[in-house]
C-alpha cells in the first residue's frame, strides 16, 4: 500500500536531511571504526595495503565534479538516495571479502555512495533552505548526525563485546540497517523540486574564487587533524585505542550539544566574524600541539579542534548567499574535489617532515590557519550576488 504523500506534516525537505543525516554516521562510522582491526586480523594487512586502501577511498574525492553530468539523467533527490544504497551496500558486505582485492572493491563501492552523497546533500541543502534559516539547520544536522555517531559506537561495542559476533556479522547489521533507512525514505518522501532549475554543467566563477580558496585551506587544515593530531595523542602520549574511541565520544557528544547553537551564531553574527573566530583558535590549537607536553592538554586542544569544524559551515552559508541559486549541484561537485586536493598531497608529504620535526607539520597548520584568517577578512559583513568580497575583486 503506497503512502499518501500530502497526508503527513513530516514529509518536508529539513526532515528528508535529518534522516540523511543519520544514515552516514551509521554506515561509515561502522566501516571506519572496525576497519583496522578486521584487515589485520582477518585479511592480514601490512602497512602497504592500509596505505593503498585508503588511497583507493580519497579517488572518488576527486571524481567528485562527475556528478554533474549523471544529473543530466538523474534527479538530485534519486541520485542520493542511490548513493546512499551504494554506500550502505559497501558497508554490508565488507565482512565477505577479507583480501586485499575484496577490500579495494568494496572500498571503492563504499566511498563513490559516500562522496556523491555528501556532494548532492550539501547541493539540495543549499536549495531547500532559505538564506535565513540554513546556519541554525545545517548546524542541527550536525548535531543530528553527531547523536547517531554515539548510538553507533555504543551498539558496536554492545555487539563485539557483549554479543562477540564476527566483524563480518556486525558490517552486515550496519550496513543492513542503514539500508532500511534508505529504502524507507524512498517510499515515504515525495521528490522535491529545486526552487531554481540547476546548471547541467561544470561551472567555475572567477567571483567565487573566494570560496574555492576557503574551501581548499579548509580541506588542507582537516587533512593535518585527521592524519596527524591522532597520531600525535598514540605516538607521543601513549593513547590507547579506548582513549581515542573517548575523544571521538567526547567530540561528537559537544558537536550533538553545540553544533546547532554555533549554526544559530552565525546567522548572527555572520559568516565573516564567525570564520575569522575560527581561525583564531585553529592559530592557537595548532601552535598548542607543535608545543604541548601534557596528554590532558593535548586531548583537549584534539577536542576544542573538532569543535571548531561546526563552524566551518559557515564556508557554505555564504556561498550560498553569493551564488546563482542555478549553480548550487555544479559548485558543490567542484567544491568537493577542490577540498581533496590536499587529501593527496599532504599525508605524503607531511608524513616526511613528521619523520624530521613533528612540530613543524603543526606549525605548518598554524600558517594554513593565518592564510585562512586572511581570506576571512575579506568576507563582506552582508554578502550577496555582486558582493563576494571586500578586495581584490575579480571580473
Same mark, same amino acid.
Request: aromatic letters at 16%; hydrophobic letters at 55%; proline letters at 3%.
Given at each position: =500500500? ?29 566501516? $571506519?571504526?572496525? !576497519? ?10 601490512? @602497512?602497504?595495503?592500509? @596505505? ?56 571503492? !563501492? ?24 540554513? &546556519? ?27 554479543? $562477540? ?61 585527521? %592524519?596527524?593530531?591522532?597520531?600525535? =595523542? ?28 554555533? @549554526? ?39 577536542? %576544542? ?14 556561498? $550560498?548567499?553569493?551564488?546563482? &541559486? ?21 599525508? %605524503? ?18 600558517? =594554513? ?16 550576488? @555582486?558582493?563576494? %568580497? ?6
Amino acid at each position: =500500500m503506497l503512502i499518501n504523500r500530502n497526508a503527513y506534516s513530516w514529509q518536508t525537505p529539513k526532515h528528508l536531511l535529518m534522516l540523511v543525516s543519520i544514515i552516514v554516521p551509521m554506515a561509515f562510522a561502522s566501516w $571506519q571504526a572496525l !576497519l583496522n582491526n578486521f584487515v589485520i586480523e582477518k585479511a592480514h594487512f601490512t @602497512g602497504a595495503e592500509i @596505505g593503498l586502501l585508503q588511497s583507493v577511498r580519497e579517488i572518488p574525492g576527486f571524481l567528485a565534479f562527475t556528478a554533474i553530468f549523471v544529473l543530466l539523467f538523474l534527479r538530485e533527490q534519486k541520485f542520493m538516495l542511490l548513493s546512499l544504497v551504494m554506500l550502505t551496500l559497501g558497508v554490508a558486505i565488507t565482512g565477505f571479502f577479507p583480501s586485499v582485492a575484496g577490500l579495494l572493491c568494496t572500498t571503492l !563501492l563504499m566511498s563513490i555512495g559516500f562522496h556523491y552523497f555528501e556532494t548532492l546533500k550539501q547541493s539540495l541543502s543549499l536549495q531547500w533552505l532559505t538564506k535565513e534559516e540554513a &546556519p541554525e539547520v545545517l548546524g542541527k544536522l550536525i548535531s543530528v548526525g553527531a547523536l547517531a555517531s554515539l548510538i553507533t559506537y555504543s551498539g558496536l561495542w554492545v555487539l563485539l563485546e557483549i554479543f $562477540q559476533l564476527e566483524f563480518k556479522w556486525v558490517y552486515l547489521i550496519a550496513g543492513s540497517l542503514s539500508l532500511a533507512i534508505v529504502l524507507f525514505i524512498w517510499l515515504a518522501f515525495p521528490n522535491f523540486e529545486a526552487k531554481v532549475p540547476q546548471n547541467k554543467k561544470l561551472v567555475l566563477r572567477k567571483r567565487y574564487w573566494l570560496y574555492y580558496a576557503l574551501t581548499f585551506m579548509s580541506g588542507a587544515r582537516r587533512q593535518i587533524f585527521v %592524519v596527524f593530531a591522532g597520531f600525535l =595523542m598514540v605516538e607521543k602520549f601513549g593513547y590507547s585505542a579506548s582513549d581515542i574511541t573517548l575523544l571521538f565520544l567526547i567530540n561528537y557528544a559537544f558537536n550533538w550539544l553545540f553544533a546547532k547553537k554555533i @549554526g544559530k551564531l552565525i546567522g548572527h553574527f555572520g559568516e565573516r566574524n564567525a570564520l575569522i573566530f575560527e581561525y583564531l583558535g585553529l592559530i592557537l590549537v595548532f601552535v598548542g600541539y607543535a608545543f604541548v607536553d601534557s596528554a590532558i592538554m593535548a586531548g583537549s586542544l584534539y577536542v %576544542v579542534d573538532h569543535l571548531f569544524f561546526a563552524l566551518a559551515l559557515a564556508i557554505k552559508t555564504y556561498f $550560498q548567499k553569493i551564488a546563482d &541559486p542555478a549553480d548550487m549541484a555544479s559548485t558543490a561537485g567542484v567544491s568537493f574535489t577542490i577540498s581533496h586536493i590536499a587529501a593527496v598531497v599532504i599525508p %605524503v608529504t607531511f608524513g616526511l617532515i613528521w619523520l624530521v620535526s613533528p612540530a613543524s607539520v603543526f606549525l605548518a597548520g598554524a600558517a =594554513m590557519a593565518v592564510a585562512s584568517l586572511v581570506l576571512a577578512f575579506n568576507i563582506p559583513a552582508k554578502p550577496d550576488e @555582486g558582493n563576494e %568580497v571586500r578586495r581584490f575583486k575579480w571580473a
